[in-house]
Nanobody, 117 residues
Framework: QVQLVESGGGLVQAGGSLRLSCAAS????????MAWIRQAPGKDREFVAG????????YYADSVKGRFTISRDNAKNTVYLQMNNLKPEDTAVYYC??????????WGQGTRVTVSS
């Protein structure tokens, strides 16, 4: 089965940076996209950034544009989220997801990001 393993979360001060990683295993024969979804305590899940595995088209939530960068390493089957100029509002559990068209997404276990004032 497809597995997603996230890492890189932690505690940082506002204005700092973190780099999240998501290592994927398992084969896929269809086009798919990977995305970072976050959920702050007591709030709904929120799309952060996404990337098409083939082609590499990227998508960002307005709240993170200019600060976050999603990228991939095809050889390592890994997707990254570089987060710069972090704000307290970015505090959340960040989940890596993988979505094949017509199928429910796979989710990682999540990695916690806490941004202090």
């Amino acid at each position: 089965q497809v597995q997603l393993v996230e890492s890189g979360g932690g505690l940082v001060q506002a204005g700092g940076s973190l780099r999240l990683s998501c290592a994927a295993s398992g084969r896929t024969f269809n086009s798919y996209a990977m995305a970072w979804i976050r959920q702050a305590p007591g709030k709904d899940r929120e799309f952060v950034a996404g990337i098409r595995w083939t082609g590499g088209a990227t998508y960002y939530a307005d709240s993170v544009k200019g600060r976050f960068t999603i990228s991939r390493d095809n050889a390592k089957n890994t997707v990254y989220l570089q987060m710069n100029n972090l704000k307290p509002e970015d505090t959340a559990v960040y989940y890596c997801t993988r979505k094949e068209r017509g199928r429910p997404p796979y989710w990682g276990q999540g990695t916690r990001v806490t941004v202090s004032s």
